[in-house]
Antibody
Framework: QLQLQESGPGLVKASETLSLRCTLS??????????WGWIRQPPGKGLEWIGS???????YYNPSLESRVTISVDTSKNQFSLNLNSVTAADTAVYYC??????????WGQGTLVTVSS | DIQLTQSPSFLSAYVGDRVTITCRAS??????LAWYQQKPGKAPKLLIY???ALQSGVPSRFSGSGSGTEFTLTIGSLQPEDFATYYC?????????FGPGTKVDIK
């Protein structure tokens, strides 16, 4: 059973870089079944896809965030990571990691709240 | 980008009611659509994938249908634990997109 767990700071200062990590258990990040992605949800709002990575290293980003986002994978640790730079208060959200495929839907981590402080 | 719209955005229903939520895509997405249930403070939970496949462990009162640009999620008999917000997601192409959500409340 695939399980994902986010980790990282819950508080980031404005203009700095938000960095989160997602650790997988129950499957290999090198599995061809899934893309590995990040989604966020500002308080009281809907879901926004940030980007995804395939185990081969191919990345896909939301055009609205692409200039500030980097997603990377560490197959030796069965982890993938999110870096979002130059953050503002608008980046305050619950950040989820997920494994997804076109014909499998998305399986989600529990989420982690990141607050951007001024 | 593929835009997803959901209707209604809010619905109020009784326990035992049959409920249908519609998700429309701005262009055809084959059957690469998933449905999620989200309760306050929790991560979204996968209900339906590939438009109509029931995720393991999800009660059979949930069903999905559709293809192309129009999809529906049906709850056959609404239970107290089903009051939540429901989202659709298209996985046909990047960028992946979500519908704005449908909140199902108790009448």
């Amino acid at each position: 059973q695939l399980q994902l767990q986010e980790s990282g700071p819950g508080l980031v200062k404005a203009s700095e870089t938000l960095s989160l990590r997602c650790t997988l258990s129950g499957d290999s990040i090198s599995s061809s079944h899934y893309y590995w992605g990040w989604i966020r949800q500002p308080p009281g709002k809907g879901l926004e896809w940030i980007g995804s990575i395939y185990y081969s290293g191919s990345t896909y980003y939301n055009p609205s965030l692409e200039s500030r986002v980097t997603i990377s994978v560490d197959t030796s640790k069965n982890q993938f990571s999110l870096n979002l730079n130059s953050v503002t208060a608008a980046d305050t959200a619950v950040y989820y990691c997920a494994g997804h495929g076109a014909l499998t839907g998305s399986l989600w981590g529990q989420g982690t709240l990141v607050t951007v402080s001024s | 980008d593929i835009q997803l719209t959901q209707s209604p955005s809010f619905l109020s229903a009784y326990v035992g009611d049959r409920v249908t939520i519609t998700c429309r895509a701005s262009q055809a997405i084959n059957n690469y659509l998933a449905w999620y249930q989200q309760k306050p403070g929790k991560a979204p939970k996968l209900l339906i994938y590939a438009a109509s496949a029931l995720q393991s462990g999800v009660p059979s009162r949930f069903s999905g249908s559709g293809s192309g640009t129009e999809f529906t999620l049906t709850i056959g008999s609404l239970q107290p634990e089903d009051f939540a917000t429901y989202y659709c997601q298209q996985l046909n192409v990047f960028p992946v997109t979500f519908g704005p959500g449908t909140k199902v409340d108790i009448k």
